[in-house]
């Protein structure tokens, strides 16, 4: 890990305009900057830098951040790839904590195999091109195919010479030792101690991380051969584990993100004739059923998959399962099927980008519905088979976790299959339920609950849950499981942004009765306290998540508590951090010409005590709606004595209510 010393010193020196400015044609607007926003298509600009905040934010799409996650999404590194990137273009060497010795040898290994990787991904690149039989065999090849040389050298393409051993005698030549060389799978060891290059005599497809490491490769043999396999790949080891990658991953990540959505092929050429027709956001699963790793992988970077198939129905039936793990992941997912006689590779050739584009919108279809009408081909009017095919759509449909596309699947399948559309929604219930139960302990009950806090009441809805209890179908007619949202949420906001923006300024003054010194509360102490005094926690898991964090770090932080935030690793905490501090609008100058405007600044020792008030009236208001539905029960049961103890409970919290109204009916004034 990189020591925080070292960290702190990154992100001062990142100047977050230097920083988007490498990516963005910025210009300035009052004090801050504007630009086309890098993450989404648009024509008017509504992407903002603020280099006072040392934050950007696009006010269209909401993604921004500090100059590291700026980074982080724009490149698709994670928070210390990051953070190593600034730290290069700020010529700051980086400093890490002391490994252990377990820890140092698996880095050395790792990073050994890594260079190892690199080597060889340069020399089989440097064979293609200069030596005369890479030119002769496998340059002809991939000109052969129409690939053209930037194509070649944009997926570093290469080629592994005929003789045995030629990569692990350069290797050796060149000081890597033989462990590597083997670890990696570059090469294999004889049963007579003899080291030979595993993908000798194939062209070679490198196989890149993320952030553009060597990975592993793919090789294809080119003379015809019934006893070796037409395609080779690196085995698994440490740096490559094959379900966690996807082919052309690198080359395409930031066109996912542009045009969110993402073409899923079948292999390398694939990739490489779209790419070439100007089609990018493209990766390949390299012949292998998707995983959820992959899956994962493509969700960090858009909502939407496109599964290009080349209309072999034996091959697409064999991939219906694993495409059923993209609709778990709650992706959208579409299916094209290209024209008879062609893959994406050929088809690709024939196209320009924006007649491939057009052909995908004028024939794509959601996969629920091509599967329905896949298997119903093939199921003919035989009834049993017809049975299975409704038991395994309803099977995909329940795996969805969107409500709404749920129900609009359940309609559509039951007009294109002729069931009711009851007993489909009762088959995916008793699938949803039994989901549920099976997450949960067997210890526990089959109902999913969180527990509720002492101070904040039940509502009608959910019993403060982070989740719906699971009893009912919901008026949709399915089963939930999801947090609904708080009438608190937007009040323990606000107070979250008060702690962020303002939570090292100072307050009220006071006087000490012990000491009869002057005394200073500051806007997070002053804020911590009083929830604490009454005994309130947020419900929010966020914004507990947050005020718990502040809490700890208040004392060491102090003044740079909004830097702490707007820098923290963790993207959901620090987005909200930029939400808390990014302001949309700013007032024109000719509004202050010619009268002073109050900022919100000085006005915090009015609006911060309201907003404790607003939060305590709202959860008065929730306790005495539960009181009253208490009653109401109580009553109904005949039950005198627990009647006349709601009674007095809720005469109290109407005492409560209205000493709360009179404080926000009246302007607060500072504490004695």
């Not at 005929?162 to 570059?186: I, N, W």
């Not at 100007?278 to 992988?297: C, D, F, M």
Request: include cysteine; hydrophobic fraction near 35%; charge should be negative.
């Amino acid at each position: 890990m990189i020591d925080q010393a070292t960290v702190d010193k990154i992100i001062d020196s990142a100047n977050i305009l230097e920083v988007v400015s490498d990516f963005v044609t910025l210009r300035k607007r009052g004090v801050n900057y504007i630009g086309l926003c890098p993450f989404h298509d648009e024509k008017t600009p509504s992407f903002s830098v603020s280099p006072s905040k040392g934050i950007c934010k696009c006010f269209s799409c909401g993604k921004g951040g500090s100059s590291v996650h700026f980074i982080m999404e724009h490149e698709q590194l994670t928070y210390y790839e990051a953070l190593k990137y600034l730290a290069k273009k700020y010529n700051i060497e980086i400093e890490e904590r002391e490994l252990s010795d377990e820890e140092k040898q698996i880095k050395s290994d790792r990073e050994s195999m890594l260079i190892v990787n690199s080597f060889a991904q340069e020399y089989f690149t440097n064979t293609l091109f200069q030596h005369a039989e890479g030119r002769s065999v496998g340059l002809a090849y991939f000109h052969e195919r129409g690939f053209r040389d930037d194509i070649i050298h944009k997926f570093a393409l290469g080629y592994s010479l005929e003789q045995r051993d030629a990569l692990a005698v350069e290797a050796r030549k060149r000081g890597y030792k033989e462990e590597y060389l083997l670890k990696t799978g570059l090469c294999l060891e004889g049963q007579n101690g003899f080291i030979s290059d595993r993908f000798r005599g194939r062209v070679i497809f490198p196989v890149f991380s993320l952030s553009g490491k060597t990975l592993a490769f793919g090789g294809r043999i080119l003379k015809k051969s019934d006893k070796l396999a037409k395609y080779v790949n690196s085995p698994e080891s440490e740096v490559y584990h094959k379900s966690n990658e996807l082919y052309g991953i690198y080359q395409a990540k930031q066109a996912i993100v542009k045009n969110d959505n993402c073409f899923l092929v079948e292999g390398y050429t694939d990739v490489l004739s779209m790419h070439q027709a100007g089609v990018e956001n493209v990766v390949a699963s390299s012949g292998t059923s998707l995983t959820p790793g992959q899956i994962r992988l493509i969700h960090r970077f858009t909502n939407n998959i496109t599964v290009i198939y080349d209309g072999d129905a034996a091959g697409i039936k064999a991939s219906l399962r694993g495409i059923d793990l993209i609709l778990k992941e709650g992706m959208n997912i579409k299916v094209v099927l290209l024209p008879d006689g062609d893959d994406p590779d050929s088809f690709a050739k024939k196209q320009s980008a924006s007649s491939f584009t057009e052909y995908i919108k004028t024939h794509e279809v959601d996969f629920i519905r091509f599967k329905t009408n896949l298997l119903l081909d093939s199921a003919g009017n035989d009834p049993i088979k017809r049975a299975e095919l409704i038991s395994d759509i309803v099977q995909s449909i329940a795996i969805i976790p969107d409500t709404i596309i749920r129900s609009v699947y359940t309609k559509e399948c039951s007009r294109l299959m002729e069931i009711s559309e009851e007993v489909l929604l009762r088959e995916i219930n008793k699938i949803k339920l039994n989901q549920l139960q099976n997450s949960t302990s067997p210890n526990k009950k089959s109902e999913v609950e969180i527990p509720v806090s002492l101070q904040t009441p039940a509502t009608d809805e959910t019993s403060q849950n982070d989740t719906a209890k699971v009893t009912e179908p919901d008026s949709s007619g399915y089963i939930q499981a999801k947090r609904v949202p708080s009438p608190l949420d937007p009040f323990e906001r606000t107070l979250i942004r008060y702690m962020i923006r303002y939570g090292f300024q100072d307050l009220f003054s006071y006087t000490n009765e012990e000491t009869g010194e002057t005394e200073i509360w500051k806007v997070t102490p002053y804020i911590i306290s009083d929830l604490q005094n009454d005994e309130i926690e947020f419900q929010h898991p966020l914004y507990k998540r947050v005020i718990t964090e502040i809490n700890s770090v208040f004392e060491q932080e102090g003044e740079h508590l909004t830097r702490y935030f707007l820098a923290h690793p963790d993207a959901e905490i620090s987005s909200l951090a930029v939400d808390m501090v990014s302001e949309k609008y700013q007032l024109s100058k000719i509004h202050t010409k010619f009268q002073t405007i109050e900022s919100e600044e000085t006005r915090l020792p009015d609006l911060i005590p309201r907003a404790l008030f607003e939060l305590k009236d709202a959860i008065t208001s929730q306790n005495i709606k539960r009181i009253r539905k208490e009653i109401k029960q109580a009553a109904g049961g005949k039950d005198s004595n627990r009647t006349a103890q709601l009674m007095s409970e809720l005469s109290g919290l109407y005492e409560l209510k209205a000493a709360l109204a009179k404080q926000l009916g009246e302007r607060i004034v500072s504490p004695k």
